[in-house]
């Protein structure tokens, strides 16, 4: 059992830096301008980062999942369990966006992409950051979620709904408000209409 935290000392030789003098002599160009060693570029947030490398794309999907805030060299025992599930996400999102530095074959460019319960134990900010990121994909490609989160489904161009092995309702979800009764438990027409408004406003407002 671990009852005390977790304590990191610095390495007297290279004082907590990792790399060798040498090493930390070398200060490319980056992509805003300034120079910066391997231990600096590693301390770095994932948005000061994407602005440094400005070709890699998948940067920016991170702050899109709203971790922008962690460092580019912090180690994944320091993540909590939501960001960890929002670093996996945002992994295989990276996959389906056309990427330069990134070879091109058909394991990185699949037209179909699953996703299971994405943003369950997210709130509701995380939900649409989560989705907003889902629906870039869906510009290329086809975004499959299995869901019963109501946000999910609400922000959903089509919805397909499976009883046992059979598909029992297809359509977008107004249609299948007012024209069956297989969402009616779950949400109402209003629901729908104010889960995206409330996108709407957030996509705007983190624009």
């Given at each position: 059992m671990q009852f005390l935290s977790d304590i990191y000392l610095p390495c007297p030789v290279c004082r907590g830096r990792r790399w060798q003098d040498w090493i930390l002599a070398v200060r490319p160009e980056l992509d805003d301008g300034v120079r910066r060693s391997i231990d600096e570029v590693l301390d770095l947030t994932v948005e000061e980062a994407a602005a440094a490398f400005a070709i890699i794309k998948s940067l920016s999907l991170l702050s899109l999942?709203?971790?922008?805030?962690?460092?580019?060299?912090?180690?994944l025992s320091?993540?909590?369990?939501g960001e960890r599930q929002r670093l996996k996400l945002a992994a295989r999102i990276a996959e389906g966006?056309?990427?330069?530095?990134?070879?091109?074959?058909a394991?990185?460019?699949?037209?179909l992409f699953v996703f299971d319960e994405p943003t369950t134990g997210l709130d509701q900010v995380m939900s649409f950051?989560?989705?907003k990121a889902l629906?870039?994909?869906a510009k290329d490609k086809t975004v499959l979620l299995v869901t019963h989160n109501p946000t999910e489904i609400a922000l959903a161009d089509r919805v397909?709904?499976?009883?046992?092995k059979h598909i029992v309702a297809d359509g977008e979800p107004l249609n299948l408000i007012e024209n069956t009764s297989f969402l009616k438990s779950a949400m109402t027409r209003q629901d729908i209409l104010s889960k995206k408004e409330l996108?709407?406003?957030h996509c705007r407002k983190t624009a």
């Amino acid at each position: 059992m671990q009852f005390l935290s977790d304590i990191y000392l610095p390495c007297p030789v290279c004082r907590g830096r990792r790399w060798q003098d040498w090493i930390l002599a070398v200060r490319p160009e980056l992509d805003d301008g300034v120079r910066r060693s391997i231990d600096e570029v590693l301390d770095l947030t994932v948005e000061e980062a994407a602005a440094a490398f400005a070709i890699i794309k998948s940067l920016s999907l991170l702050s899109l999942t709203g971790l922008g805030y962690l460092k580019l060299g912090q180690p994944l025992s320091t993540l909590s369990g939501g960001e960890r599930q929002r670093l996996k996400l945002a992994a295989r999102i990276a996959e389906g966006i056309p990427q330069k530095h990134r070879r091109s074959d058909a394991a990185w460019n699949g037209p179909l992409f699953v996703f299971d319960e994405p943003t369950t134990g997210l709130d509701q900010v995380m939900s649409f950051q989560i989705m907003k990121a889902l629906k870039e994909l869906a510009k290329d490609k086809t975004v499959l979620l299995v869901t019963h989160n109501p946000t999910e489904i609400a922000l959903a161009d089509r919805v397909l709904i499976i009883k046992g092995k059979h598909i029992v309702a297809d359509g977008e979800p107004l249609n299948l408000i007012e024209n069956t009764s297989f969402l009616k438990s779950a949400m109402t027409r209003q629901d729908i209409l104010s889960k995206k408004e409330l996108f709407v406003a957030h996509c705007r407002k983190t624009a």
